[in-house]
């Protein structure tokens, strides 16, 4: 029997760099983890190759943010080709679509003609988001959807992207890697003093202005077809890709 994981305490636990984890997919037992190294990926240190530029620039997917949650999230969730089972059980699975309702957990889709290729998803805290997991069905699929994270951050002022354990792809994209007492350093600093209940209410505060990263902000940045359509050949902006490139080499 899955027990529902209480949301305040698992947003305590982010803010105290600890997350949760099963051993497998049908496992009913969530542990909660806090590594001696942390991966994270630096904002203004995303490496973009000639050929990912080329890539976005080109707009050969279709990028939106949290139109499709529960079906990234259950996606990451399947086996993969690189792991037959997943750390992601229906509480934790269920706990996320919870704070995603709560306009906390947030994900990042990558299109092509109408099927879901790519996709991530996380939660935001504070400046701090916290990478959760992804998924790629198609060529570069899972780094262009990581360049629209990296960029959505940016501009909507976080400071700290938490990608948890390194991978050879997260390094290759410049993910470093730190002890967590290192990383809980950042961590503070990118949180505020009092951690937002589930709830919507400070468990202790007040929220400090500018303290909380906006997850929106790119959707306004450059106008709506920017963020969420393709479709922008008679709005006048300037394509998808070519606004998210811009934004990756702007150093803050």
């Known amino acids: 029997m899955f027990l529902p994981i209480d949301l305040d305490l698992l947003l305590q636990a982010y803010a105290n760099g600890i997350f949760p984890m099963s051993d497998a997919r049908d496992d009913p037992d969530t542990f909660w983890i806090e590594p001696e190294f942390r991966a994270v990926m630096p904002l203004d240190g995303f490496r973009l190759s000639k050929s990912l530029a080329k890539t976005i620039r080109q707009d050969r997917f279709v990028v939106t943010s949290d139109t499709a949650f529960a079906q990234v999230i259950g996606t990451c969730a399947e086996p993969q080709a690189d792991r037959q089972d997943t750390w992601i059980n229906p509480d934790i699975e269920e706990a996320?679509?919870?704070?995603?309702?709560?306009?906390?957990?947030?994900?990042?889709e990558c299109w092509s003609e109408g099927r879901l290729v790519g996709g991530l998803y996380g939660l935001?805290?504070?400046?701090?988001?916290?990478?959760?997991?992804?998924?790629s069905r198609a060529t570069d699929a899972s780094k262009v959807t990581l360049a629209?994270?990296?960029?959505r951050l940016k501009i909507?002022?976080?400071?700290?992207?938490?990608?948890q354990f390194m991978t050879d792809h997260l390094e290759s994209l410049g993910a470093i890697e730190m002890t967590q007492g290192a990383y809980l350093k950042l961590l503070e600093a990118a949180l505020t003093k009092s951690v937002q209940s589930a709830s919507g209410v400070a468990s202790s505060g007040a929220l400090a202005p500018g303290s909380v990263g906006n997850w929106g902000a790119l959707d306004g940045a450059f106008g709506s077809a920017v963020a969420v359509s393709a479709d922008f050949s008679s709005t006048g902006v300037s394509s998808p890709g070519k606004c998210i490139l811009q934004a990756l080499t702007q150093t803050s």
């Open 156 to 163: 909507g002022g976080f400071e700290l992207l938490d990608c």
């Open 148 to 151: 629209w994270l990296v960029a």
């Open 124 to 135: 935001a805290l504070g400046r701090a988001f916290f990478g959760e997991s992804m998924f």
């Open 96 to 108: 996320f679509c919870r704070l995603h309702s709560l306009g906390q957990a947030h994900s990042v």
